[in-house]
């Protein structure tokens, strides 16, 4: 459907036919979060909603850019002053700009995209519209980069043009994303792994609380600097650890005097999610949901109390799903907003749904958004359309 979308509003912005279709997925994240940039472990999966794109060079040196559904235009060149206005444009300006540093050599194309993937619901569309045009732009220019060196364009874009000191997760899974198969994705290292994600009577359901979070705000950085003051602190006695993915409770403790009570209970939350990581790896090994599902919780209680990026709609919903036997519930992605993740049994599926809406309508006069998560292909090419 998005692909006739496109092509359709290609065709009425440019008159041109003969357009290459792209298309890159949004992603979940099991458990894993804000460890992605302390080095740390995550286990995402791509899922069946993203962005697509067609894409056709013009043979000139500008871009010439349609947002279908935000009704808006772009227009820039390709050089680091020519940076465009729009924030949306701007992450198609710095996939230009990072893959024109890695040696591609970029020109000039027209192009129009839309997105299912939600905004500001914790499933990344903005790393899904940096990894369809990574990926398109080096298949439709010829070039030799490999899938590694696009995620890490994708996330020096949100670093150099966006504003958002990301870790390297979101693009990774974007581009990486198999049918049926979560990642555990080492951050540090970028070996990953595939686990076979078909989980026997249970569901996987995001409720989006409506609440839009904006990660370029300086709440996503000071919780990076809060992180980064603590390796510092804890180097002076142990060098060998550079990141907190290094870090031990017993390391964190020798320096409890020495940082601030707020960067100690962050580095406390980040040290336990990579040790959760890590137990929910060994629990699905086993088929044991139920430990994946409190590990789930622990996450959540984590980033509530510690790290301090949930909100009260969040809150809300997570006790929702704890009272209705919910089997596993967080926040996820960066928080400040968006979803709440939840593994459900089927029996408690309706059930829960029904009661999260009612009770989320009583209390803020509106329902959340339900998405159902199926675990699909990261970035494609969708073919020649015309």
């Known amino acids: 459907m998005n692909k006739e979308i496109v092509k359709s509003a290609f065709v009425q912005q440019y008159g041109a036919t003969d357009v290459a279709v792209f298309a890159s997925p949004g992603r979940i994240n099991l458990i894993g979060e804000h460890t992605d940039y302390n080095g740390g472990f995550v286990f995402p999966g791509a899922i069946d909603k993203g962005i697509t794109a067609a894409i056709k060079l ?70 899904a519209l940096e990894s369809t045009y990574a990926f398109a732009l080096n298949r439709l220019f010829d070039g030799r980069i490999d899938k590694f060196e696009l995620a890490r364009a994708g996330q020096a874009t949100e670093h150099n043009y966006c504003g958002v000191k990301c870790g390297i997760m979101d693009q990774f899974a974007s581009l990486f994303g198999q049918a049926g198969s979560l990642i555990l994705l080492d951050c540090r290292s970028l070996e990953y792994r595939y686990f076979p994600f078909r989980p026997q009577g249970y569901r ?90 409190q590990k789930m919780y622990e996450t959540h209680d984590g980033m509530s109390r510690l790290y301090e990026v949930s909100c009260e709609e969040l809150d809300f919903l997570n006790a929702i799903a704890r ?45 959340p958004k339900v998405y159902d998560v199926v675990i699909s292909d990261g970035a494609r090419e969708l073919g020649i359309t015309n």
């Not at 209970?265 to 929910?280: D, K, P, S, T």
Request: hydrophobic share 40%; net charge negative; aromatic share 8%.
């Open 204 to 293: 996987l359901v995001l409720l989006d609380t409506l609440v839009k979070h904006e990660l370029a705000s300086s709440a996503y950085n000071r919780r990076r600097q809060s992180c980064e003051a603590v390796v510092a602190a804890i180097q002076k006695r142990h060098p060998e650890v550079e990141f907190l993915r290094d870090a031990t409770f017993e390391m964190l403790a020798e320096v409890s005097a020495e940082v601030s009570a707020e960067d100690y209970h962050r580095a406390e939350y980040v040290i336990g999610e990579v040790a959760r990581v890590m137990a929910v790896c060994d629990a699905l090994e086993r088929g044991d949901y139920e430990t994946v599902g």
């Open 58 to 127: 013009n043979g000139s040196d500008r871009v010439r850019a349609y947002a279908i559904d935000l009704n808006e235009r772009a227009e820039f060149g390709l050089r680091e002053e020519d940076a465009p206005a729009q924030s949306w444009a701007r992450y198609i300006f710095g996939i230009c700009r990072e893959l024109i540093k890695r040696g591609l050599v970029v020109g000039g194309f027209d192009t129009a995209f839309t997105g299912d993937v939600p905004l500001g619901a914790g499933m990344s569309s903005s790393a």
């Open 323 to 367: 009272e209705s036997g919910v089997t596993g519930s967080r926040v996820m992605g960066g928080g400040f907003g968006g979803c709440t993740i939840n593994l459900v049994k089927d029996a408690l599926y309706e059930p829960f749904v029904r009661t999260a809406k009612a009770k989320y309508l009583a209390r803020y006069g509106k329902e």
